[in-house]
């Protein structure tokens, strides 16, 4: 069996661990990244939607091939059709190349001085006298065990890290999804990103059409609690309803699972720290999880570095790890659960009735978990009497 010795393990190359790699190598510490494919960045399982901020906080400049298509505005259909469009003079999105993006961001743990394992596996932590001492794996359907002095799991919401140490075995909450990448098509405005919300569309989440040029983009979307069929089930009615999705071409399929039910309890142990999709850090209003794992990454990295430098390797030392997170992270994710469980009351005639009051702004906090009570408050000024008892539970 191969045995390896470093300060900091990292399993997982998404986008939370790599940047988790990079901090944590930058600060000196010997750090081993895990890939358990042969490359970081593939397969894509995802919408591939990013903001600029997101982009840059990730220590990436918003250039092809990183990215496929600028976005200037989103815009959100009810179950009526009618809709909303999501505009600020201070935002811009992208389109990313997602393999890309990842493969640059791995690149970049690289040159800060991580050991990057791809083909590696990781089966379990390894434990000693009941304490985590490293990780278990196979590299090719050999042996291997990594030593190490911190263990971070970004190994994704099935986390074999999580498990295997005896933290939450799966979410109260989760959302399955099912996304084809269509090509062939003829986009009016492939800068505009499209939502669907409502039962037709996707029971207990939202259909998606994140253009990534005129001629491609990825169509997917997203169901949870109250759904009756398999999400790709719903995607094909999607898209067969869709006249610009006549005769496309199926470039790509993916599909997985995206945890909304917020950040779990327990993320941090003596010795471990849990980044990314593996921790539950993802807005539950969106799903989205690539801007908030990236920033967990960076303050993961740096705790762990400080905590080896210290000597003190205890849950209540990693612990600093996720109140720097929570300052900004921690309120949006719990605030925008919350309006998920809101908008679970909301029948699609309510949707509709509300797609007539809500604003850009309003959208915007929301969906982000940003001033949502003062959002709420001043929906409630403007909307009719079932609106309001609909809210009323939240503002309690």
Not at 161 to 174: E, F, K, M, N
Not at 182 to 207: C, I, Q, R, S, W
Request: aromatic residues 6%.
């Amino acid at each position: 069996m191969r045995l390896i010795d470093s300060d900091v393990v990292v399993v997982g190359a998404g986008p939370a661990g790599c940047l988790t790699a990079k901090t944590a190598a930058s600060k000196g510490v010997h750090v081993v990244l895990l890939e358990e494919h042969a490359e970081i960045g593939a397969p894509v399982h995802c919408a591939e939607g990013l903001s600029l901020n997101g982009i840059m906080d990730a220590g990436v400049e918003p250039v092809k091939p990183i990215v496929s298509q600028k976005i200037s505005r989103a815009r959100v259909f009810a179950p009526n059709r009618s809709c909303v469009d999501l505009t600020s003079g201070d935002w811009v999105g992208y389109t990313l190349n997602r393999d890309v993006f990842d493969r640059a961001l791995g690149e970049r743990a690289v040159k800060a001085g991580a050991e990057l394992l791809t083909c590696t596996e990781a089966k379990a932590v390894l434990k000693e006298d009941g304490a985590i001492v490293g990780v278990r794996a196979e590299q090719r359907g050999e042996p291997l065990e990594i030593r190490a002095k911190v263990v971070i799991g970004a190994d994704g919401c099935r986390s074999i890290i999580r498990r295997s140490a005896g933290l939450s075995r799966w979410y109260p909450d989760i959302v399955t999804c099912a996304q084809y990448q269509l090509g062939g098509l003829h986009l009016d405005d492939p800068e505009t990103n499209e939502f669907y919300v409502g039962f037709k569309y996707a029971p207990g989440g939202y259909a998606w059409v994140f253009p990534k040029s005129g001629e491609v983009a990825n169509v997917g979307l997203g169901v949870r609690r109250i759904h009756t069929e398999p999400a790709i089930e719903y995607l094909k009615r999607f898209i067969d309803s869709d006249p610009r999705f006549i005769g496309a071409e199926v470039l790509r399929r993916s599909g997985g699972v995206t945890p909304v039910s917020g950040m779990l309890d327990k993320i941090v142990d003596d010795r471990l720290m849990l980044v990314g999709d593996a921790a539950g850090q993802l807005v539950p209003m969106t799903g989205a999880g690539v801007h908030s794992g990236v920033e967990a990454g960076k303050i993961a990295g740096t705790v762990a570095a400080e905590a080896i430098e210290e000597g003190d390797l205890s849950a209540a030392r990693l612990s600093v790890y996720r109140r720097s997170f929570e300052v900004y992270w921690g309120k949006r994710i719990s605030d925008s659960r919350r309006v998920v469980e809101m908008l679970d009351k909301f029948s699609d005639d309510d949707l509709n009735t509300l797609a007539g009051v809500i604003t850009n702004e309003d959208v915007l906090n929301l969906a982000n978990g940003t001033d949502v009570k003062k959002t709420l408050a001043r929906m409630v000024k403007r909307s009719p009497g079932k609106i309001v008892k609909l809210v009323a539970a939240y503002l309690r």
